[in-house]
């Protein structure tokens, strides 16, 4: 079938279902269209096994296997593009709340024969698993929790048994994807008569490993991913769409994979191949194109629920930018100010009540403050000049703000209710984005007063303004540690103008060091002072701003989010877990959250309006 016939018969299933792909909202949308595409009418069934911690066998851990499934199981199960109902997945990782969902050598077993076991003529099932494997007299093996080091032929799961598992299901497909060392070992045409004989019976069998027999599979250094994995989620995504037909079936799925690590492998002097082999041909589609990666899918029922309180922000979904607030998950979004003017900049009061915010309904930008459930809206300043960036002192006694009454910023201090406001930096160049040490003592900002922006500090009621940044470029975004001994900021000393990079000093000025060689901006620390997050655009073949995140010392730098799109903004929670952040990656400005190490992506909000400006609350 050309490709513009299938796209236009996948486009038209949907339609005769009731939804297109964007707006699809349960399995039986997406799912009943690809079956109507593939000519049957079978369900999907799936098992999916990641283990990252294997501390009760005694070797070492993997970083990213059960980061591996997680997000397997989300992009295999997003409503707008996923080919698998949620509730039809099992996802089995060592974190899993359900003991009988914790991977065990018996728990996958049983896994495998009863839930995929399930399956009628016509469905279709997936086993897909990523840990440690071992290969012995040419079989492979799954390393599990409960493996042992001195029985661990006895005590793993043979693949081929995971395979003979399957093959006496009713199921007409199966899929089975291994991401483990030596686990291309035996193909599925070399496991014996009697199995070879079920599955030449079906429509289609599929195995496709991460690597050929005897070979090692990896772990990338740059994304928190195994190799094959990574391109597998990838290809999942919509890369994989060799002929652009909209779907994604398991055959491209292996041609690009094969094609992805081999070229990994390549440029890292490793020796990695996928293993691809199938009884019969045929065509198992997987997902749409269309997707992304990482996806927005339905959050896998192993992921701790997100601590801390509320997030406040900016959206501009009623046709001007107002302040809304929601809960950390991103339910309950709640509307808290209500005009035809924009408001922006929302910040929470130290305990939690109030939240300082910027508004033009006076026709121009003015400090308001309201409680945190929106009412008690009171203005603060009453300037013809604009005034913004409202920022607390710890103790919540005081507001410090910008104005420019005269045409230049300037660092003015007032009271909650509005009251005692003076210009605490007064001179005549410009002054602004007023930062509090963590003690409530001093305030950092960023001063014009030298030709070119520099860092000063002053006492909380403006006396002893001192210079802490001496050079022609350009310094900018000082950010406290939170002990209050060090102050990150950005800096064009020592790259192009405009090309910032990370440095940090003392509080007094003293002992800069450089912390990024490459571009990064608005440095953000952890609560616990050992990480600050950035973005930067430094990602050969993006050239677009990402998250990355480094000790405070300026090692370890990881990048966190991975798309061809901007991902800016990071800030953290009061617990120091979870990051939020603004990203394009679903065609406009929205907020997403993750954890500190990047893993589980989750989209906040999904509108065709922008949000951003995501701020915690203290608790």
Same mark, same amino acid.
């Given at each position: ?50 283990? &990252? ?18 997000? $397997?199981? !989300? ?22 709340? &359900?003991?009988? &969902?914790?991977?065990?050598?018996? /728990? ?7 839930? =995929? ?6 469905? @279709? ?28 032929? &006895?005590?793993?799961? *043979? ?5 003979? =598992? ?24 070399? #496991? ?12 289609? +069998? ?5 690597? !050929? ?44 994979? +094969? ?61 001007? *930018? ?41 026709? %121009? +930008?003015?400090?308001?403050? #309201? ?20 920022? +607390? ?29 003076? %210009? ?9 984005? *007023? ?16 030709? /070119? ?12 303004? @001192? ?37 940090? #000093? ?27 997050? $950035? ?14 995140? #480094? ?22 929670? *009061? ?12 065609? %406009? ?31």
């Amino acid at each position: 079938m050309r490709k513009a016939g299938r796209a236009g018969v996948l486009a038209f299933l949907l339609v005769c279902l009731g939804l297109t792909p964007l707006a699809a909202q349960d399995k039986s949308v997406v799912a009943r269209a690809i079956e109507e595409l593939e000519g049957g009418k079978g369900d999907k069934f799936a098992v999916i096994v990641g283990i &990252d911690d294997y501390s009760t066998v005694g070797i070492a851990d993997l970083k990213f296997a059960a980061n591996d499934a997680k997000e $397997f199981y !989300r992009i295999l199960t997003n409503p707008e593009h996923g080919a698998f109902a949620e509730a039809d997945v099992k996802l089995m990782t060592p974190d899993a709340d &359900d003991p009988d &969902d914790r991977p065990t050598k018996n /728990n996958i077993l049983a896994r495998v024969k009863s839930w =995929l076991g399930q399956a009628q003529d016509g469905d @279709t099932i997936l086993f897909y698993f990523s840990g440690h494997g071992i290969e012995e007299s040419g079989e492979s093996y799954l390393i599990t929790t409960d493996s042992k080091l001195s029985l661990l032929s &006895d005590t793993t799961v *043979p693949s081929r048994r995971v395979l003979e =598992l399957m093959a006496e299901t009713k199921a007409s497909k199966r899929v089975l994807i291994l991401d483990s060392c030596y686990s291309g070992a035996k193909g599925a045409e070399e #496991m014996g008569k009697a199995t070879a004989d079920v599955l030449s019976e079906s429509k289609g +069998w599929v195995k496709l490993a991460s690597c !050929r027999e005897g070979q090692r599979s990896y772990q990338r250094k740059d994304v928190p991913y195994s190799v094959f994995t990574y391109a597998v989620l990838q290809g999942l995504g919509g890369q994989a769409d060799d002929n652009q037909d909209g779907l994604i079936t398991s055959g491209e799925l292996n041609l690009f994979a +094969w094609k992805e690590v081999r070229r990994w492998a390549a440029e890292n002097s490793k020796e990695q191949e996928p293993v691809y082999s199938t009884v019969i041909s045929g065509e198992i589609v997987l997902s749409l194109a269309g997707g992304s990666f990482p996806s927005a899918g339905p959050s896998p029922p192993t992921q701790t629920a997100v601590a801390n309180g509320k997030i406040a922000f900016v959206s501009e979904r009623d046709g001007n *930018p107002e302040i809304y607030a929601m809960d950390a998950d991103g339910t309950n979004q709640t509307r808290l100010t209500n005009n035809l003017a924009g408001d922006q900049g929302p910040s929470w009061s130290p305990d939690g009540s109030r939240i300082a915010f910027t508004s033009y309904r006076d026709g %121009n +930008w003015e400090v308001y403050v #309201m409680t945190c459930d929106g009412t008690d809206q009171t203005r603060l300043t009453n300037s013809p000049a604009d005034d913004d960036l409202p920022a +607390w002192s710890p103790d919540g006694t005081k507001i410090a703000f910008g104005s420019r009454p005269g045409g230049n910023w300037q660092v003015y201090l007032m009271n909650p209710d509005g009251t005692g406001q003076i %210009n605490l930096s007064n001179n005549s160049w410009a002054d602004w984005r *007023p930062a509090w040490s963590p003690d409530g003592s001093k305030i950092a900002f960023v001063s014009e007063r030298d030709g /070119n922006r520099e860092i000063y500090v002053m006492g909380a009621d403006g006396s002893n303004q @001192t210079r802490l940044t001496y050079n022609p470029a350009h310094d900018w975004h000082p950010s406290w540690s939170p002990d209050g001994t060090k102050i990150a900021y950005a800096s064009d000393s020592g790259g192009a103008p405009g090309y910032p990079m990370i440095w940090v #000093m003392n509080a007094d000025g003293s002992n800069l060091v450089r912390l990024t060689y490459q571009h990064g901006d608005q440095p953000a620390w952890s609560p616990d002072g050992t990480k600050i997050a $950035f973005h930067s655009f430094r990602a050969e073949g993006y050239g677009n701003d990402e998250i990355y995140a #480094m000790n405070a010392d300026g090692s370890s730098q990881t990048r966190l989010t991975f798309d061809p799109v901007k991902a800016v903004s990071p800030t953290w929670s *009061p617990d120091g877990n979870r990051t939020a952040f603004e990203s394009y990656r679903d065609g %406009n400005r929205e907020i997403y959250v993750m954890n500190s190490d990047g893993t589980n992506q989750t989209r906040l909000i999904s509108d065709p309006a922008w949000d951003d400006n995501p701020s915690w609350s203290p608790f």
